[in-house]
Every structure is written in C-alpha cells, then in structure tokens.
C-alpha cells in the first residue's frame, strides 16, 4: 500500500509545481487522472479524501472545517456555483472553497477523472453535477 501512497504524493507535489492560479483545478485532476487515479470522494466537513486508483484505494485526512456539534447548512447550489467560480477564477484557496462549498450546505462531492464530472451532493439528497474540459499537460 506504501507504493500507492508514494504515487499519489508524487502525483500531487507535480500537480501543485504545474498548477497555474487560474484553472489549477483542471491541471490537478489531469495529473492524477494520468498517475492512475479513477475517482476521488471528499466527505465535509471532515475534509477525508478517498482516492480510488486502479491498483487499489488510498485515504487523506485533512484539517476539519468544523468539529464537534453543528447543524448542517441548507443546500444552496447558487452559494455553491459562487464558490466554484471563485475558485476556478484563482480567487480563493483550497481550504477556503471547501468551507465555502460547506457553507452552501455540500456534504461531499465526487470526482470521476474518466468522464471528466464533479458531482456536489447535500445531506437531503441533493445534488448539483458540472463537467469540466480535458487539459493537454506539457512537462
């Protein structure tokens, strides 16, 4: 499992050294697509990260967004568009998304690097799905 571990670090640490301001996403999901990673489930607010690869699964906890006793926030796809758009726009960081997308009442969301679809999911079932465009990578 140590050998899966290893990939996905490399593959990140390349990601982030190719990573533009705007549209990093894009360049983070090609990356991992082409170092074998299928699918990736984030659960907020724990910010776990599941990463589904063909030789098998690894885990990456992150620092939560809240602990404790909260109430979950009312899904609102228009306060989740927002946050996207910001972040796809180079305006926010990482963790700021995630609280952002937390904040508009996203639970968890799913990557599906081979068809190229996020779907943001809310805890009554909810969901709101966007596609994203292939990126030639040059390294």
Not at 21 to 46: D, I, M, Y
Not at 88 to 102: D, T
Request: glycine residues 8%; charged residues 25%; negative net charge.
């Amino acid at each position: 499992m140590a050998n899966l571990t290893t990939k996905l670090i490399e593959a990140q640490k390349l990601a982030m050294s190719l990573r533009p301001k705007v549209g990093g996403f894009l360049v983070l999901a090609e990356v991992l697509r082409l170092a074998g990673v299928t699918r990736n489930r984030w659960s907020l607010p724990s910010c776990q990260s599941v990463y589904h690869m063909k030789e098998g699964s690894v885990v990456q906890q992150g620092n939560p967004i809240v602990m404790g006793i909260h109430e979950i926030p009312k899904f609102d796809s228009e306060g989740l568009i927002r946050a996207l758009r910001t972040d796809q726009e180079g305006k926010s960081s990482f963790p700021e998304f995630l609280k952002s997308a937390w904040e508009a009442g996203v639970i968890g969301y799913d990557v599906d690097f081979e068809s190229r679809k996020v779907v943001y999911y809310g805890v009554n079932d909810e969901s709101y799905m966007e596609e994203y465009p292939a990126v030639n990578l040059e390294v």
